[in-house]
């Protein structure tokens, strides 16, 4: 593809010399030949393995736990339950100050989700593992679940977490992210047209290659090395440290090399019980989901509902937009109050609107806990954006992406948080797009540009 | 449990064990003898990742058991290269961007290898079929098998 020099061109450095050259990746050669390190190819004598028993219920109250008869497999080594966990309530954003903390590491009265860790056996071997996992006995008292936002919205609905005491997150703007640009519903009495319609997406799991989870090895004096295929390293160490009550200095993790993650391997979900485990023990732990873990345990990308209502006039412009975003965070927090405001921060698109108003919901369901993947927060909603924008083009009859054209975000327009656009260069992506899908513009709008001096 | 002895070769070198009974070939290989090449992503038979070479045929080391494998002549990725020189599909996998986290990528090389040991100059269409039991989650398969013909081509320029 032809690079064009013209664009910019006064502002421009020319002097770059690496964008454009072939470089070598630094990892293949160890990816072609097979010497790449990932975290299960450490193997240590004596390493137990760890299995979890998950709660086969949506929602329900643990009366009892019985590991009497787990305890007696042969191989078995360790049995853990919640009181084995030095600070068992957690949230991963806590770092952040994004609380309260909402999680167990192993369930504590109660589940909230089908596959929930209840209890973790470790064993000389796998199947051992697995057998003694099988032989623990929990009696649950079933509870009413709810798995749909909307439902969960309603008075009277099942509690999910008590931990925060109602079914959607509480920010400090209140029960949903804000964004308030002008009085909207004025404006949208003086629109041509309006356009209300709704969106929504199903949970997406991301399949890495490699499932999640990690090594720990016993270093002697209290020190422990986690080889893991985290995403999120610092998250992960610093959150290991709150959960097991140790200094971060005890802690090593070694990461790096991760076989596909795509978002799904950022939560702290493996490491701190394996650590746990090592230190209990006094042995190596290896703690790695199973392919139907993976698939059905680690937190899948947000089910999603956007409800966008546009007032737009004969000409293309948009005059006013409301959003209204809701993000199924499962049964705990995760990722996904983050994800729900980065929702609000994108609603209003790459255009210029004048009055904008967006509120974005994290809600919890009794569904897996969803967390991140890829651009979570924003990728359904520009799904749903985008083909909002197609809508509105045939309401008012006029191309599409001409109709993109007139209202495309350039330097110096205000956008709806109040922050001046600066280097949006969009007219001159949809001025290329529109040459290489050979989809013709009227020649006004190859004559835009985004650029505007002095903005 | 009862331990069985086997033996075999791995990429030319003889191997002797004593194994669990029910030890899966991918295991024997990854952790008893060391061979960390062959990787595990499904352990059902789906992903293609542990893919090894016995006898000449493609095999998925998680459904076959180590003590099935006497005699038995066993090639992976970590042993293709000769003499410190990679072999021309590792080459092309480094040439085309064709591994991305690379958990895929021995697999793929094994598919591959053994779809080039028997026809060595493939169609587009036979490189698909042949990689079409692995699975990839990052790089994308049109590198993939731009690799696979740059190698062939390789192939037959050498026979030219
Ligand atoms: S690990 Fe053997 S096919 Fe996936
Ligand atoms: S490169 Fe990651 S799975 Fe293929």
Redesign the pocket.
């Known amino acids: 593809m032809e690079l064009r020099k013209s664009y910019f061109a006064d502002v421009r450095k020319d002097d770059l010399h690496e964008i454009g050259q072939p470089r070598p990746r630094s990892d293949s050669p160890g990816?072609v030949t097979g010497k790449t390190a990932y975290f299960a190819d450490r193997n240590f004598p004596g390493m137990l393995h760890l299995k979890m028993v998950r709660s086969p219920h949506h929602h329900a109250r643990i009366r009892s736990i019985d590991t009497s008869e787990a305890e007696k497999h042969p191989g078995v080594v360790k049995i853990l339950t919640a009181k084995d966990v030095p600070h068992n309530v957690y949230t991963i954003l806590i770092l952040i100050q994004v609380g309260p903390e909402d999680e167990t590491v192993l369930a504590d009265g109660k589940v909230r989700w089908k596959g929930e860790a209840v209890v973790a056996v470790l064993a000389e071997t796998e199947r051992a593992a697995q057998e003694a996992a099988a032989k623990v006995k929990v009696d649950y008292e079933v509870l009413p679940a709810v798995f749909d936002m909307e439902e969960a919205l309603k008075p009277g609905a099942p509690l999910v977490n008590e931990y925060h005491g109602q079914n959607y997150y509480l920010y400090d703007s209140g029960e949903c992210r804000k964004v308030r640009f002008g009085d909207v519903e004025a404006v949208f009495a003086e629109a041509d047209h309006l356009l209300e319609q709704s969106y929504q997406s199903s949970p997406i799991e991301h399949a890495?290659?490699?499932t999640t989870g990690c090594v720990v090895m016993p270093e002697g004096n209290d020190r422990f090395t986690c080889y893991t295929n985290t995403q999120a390293m610092f998250f992960t160490l610093d959150n290991t440290s709150i959960i097991l009550q140790m200094p971060g200095s005890k802690l090593h993790f070694v990461g790096g090399t991760v076989?596909?993650g795509f978002g799904g391997k950022v939560d702290v979900i493996v490491e701190p019980i394996a650590i746990l485990g090592a230190k209990l023990t006094g042995r190596p732990v290896s703690f790695v989901y199973s392919r139907e873990e993976e698939m059905q345990i680690s937190s899948p990308r947000a089910a999603e509902k956007v409800v966008i209502k546009d007032g737009v006039m004969k000409d293309g412009r948009i005059i006013a937009r409301k959003v209204t975003g809701y993000t199924d965070a499962g049964a705990y927090s995760r990722h996904s109050p983050y994800g729900a405001q980065k929702g609000a921060g994108h609603y209003p698109g790459p255009y210029t609107i004048p009055y904008v108003w967006i509120d974005t919901y994290c809600v919890y369901t009794n569904r897996t806990p969803s967390s991140a993947m890829r651009g979570f927060g924003v990728t359904i909603g520009d799904f749903a954006l985008e083909v909002q924008m197609d809508k509105l083009a045939r309401l008012i009859g006029m191309d599409p992406l001409e109709f993109r054209f007139i209202n495309a975000y350039r330097d110096g327009d205000m956008k709806a948080h109040r922050q001046p656009t600066e280097g949006a260069a969009l007219i001159e992506c949809m001025q290329e797009a529109s040459r290489a899908a050979n989809w013709p513009v009227a020649k006004k709008y190859m004559a835009m540009s985004s650029y505007v001096k002095g903005a | 449990m009862a331990k069985v002895p086997v033996q075999f070769t791995l990429n030319g070198s003889e191997k002797a064990e004593f194994v669990d009974s029910g030890t899966t070939l991918l295991n024997a290989l990854r952790d008893k003898i060391g061979d960390t090449s062959p990787k595990g992503?499904c352990h059902q038979g789906t992903c293609g990742?542990c893919s090894v070479i016995i006898n000449g045929e493609l095999r998925l080391s998680c459904l076959t058991l180590a003590e099935t494998c006497n005699g038995a002549a066993i090639t992976t990725t970590s042993g293709i290269a000769e003499g410190g020189v990679l072999h021309p599909l590792q080459r092309a996998f480094l040439d085309t961007f064709a591994?991305?986290?690379?958990?895929?990528?021995p697999g793929?090389i094994i598919a591959a290898k053994v779809l080039l040991d028997h026809t060595p100059n493939p169609s587009r269409d036979e490189v698909i079929e042949a990689l079409s039991g692995n699975?990839?989650?990052?790089?994308g398969y049109e590198p993939?098998i731009q690799a696979v013909l740059l190698a062939a081509r390789a192939n037959s320029q050498n026979a030219a």
């Open positions: 990816h890495p290659t490699e076989g596909g | 992503g990742a591994t991305q986290c690379g958990f895929c990528t793929m699975i990839c989650r990052c790089t993939i």
